[in-house]
């Protein structure tokens, strides 16, 4: 089992920048990690993923204002959000995934707001 807990979100005006946290309970070093987000209405939607061997992947439109990291001694994972937009507005959620055994697991964090705004 995996506990996700995020921290770090709050209200930024445009252009600013945020650090998001996750920290995870139990076994972290081999799940592949992600921040994914949802704004009212819509569907939530990945935003950063980074594998258990460092690999990152962003969609276009986060790419090259955020950064995904991990530290697995610290058991936490980062999202570095520079130049943000009013779109970037959502909740952000921290998963994780990974193979327990025979079992392939899911797990997520409650979320936080981001609000990006003047």
């Known amino acids: 089992q995996v506990q996700l807990v995020e921290s770090g979100g709050g209200l930024v005006q445009p252009g600013g920048s945020l650090r998001l946290s996750c920290a995870a309970s139990g076994s972290f070093s081999d799940l592949t990690m992600a921040w994914y987000r949802q704004a009212p209405g819509s569907q939530r939607e990945l935003v950063a993923s980074?594998?258990?061997?460092?690999?990152?992947n962003y969609p276009d439109s986060v790419k090259g204002r955020f950064t995904i990291s991990r530290d697995n001694v610290k058991n936490t994972m980062y999202l570095r959000m520079n130049s943000l937009k009013p779109e970037d507005t959502a909740v952000y959620y921290c998963?994780?995934?990974?193979?327990?055994?025979?079992?392939?697991?899911?797990?997520w964090g409650q979320g936080t707001q981001v609000t990006v705004s003047l």
């Open positions: 980074i594998s258990s061997g460092g690999i990152t």
């Open positions: 998963n994780a995934a990974g193979s327990f055994g025979a079992t392939y697991r899911i797990f």
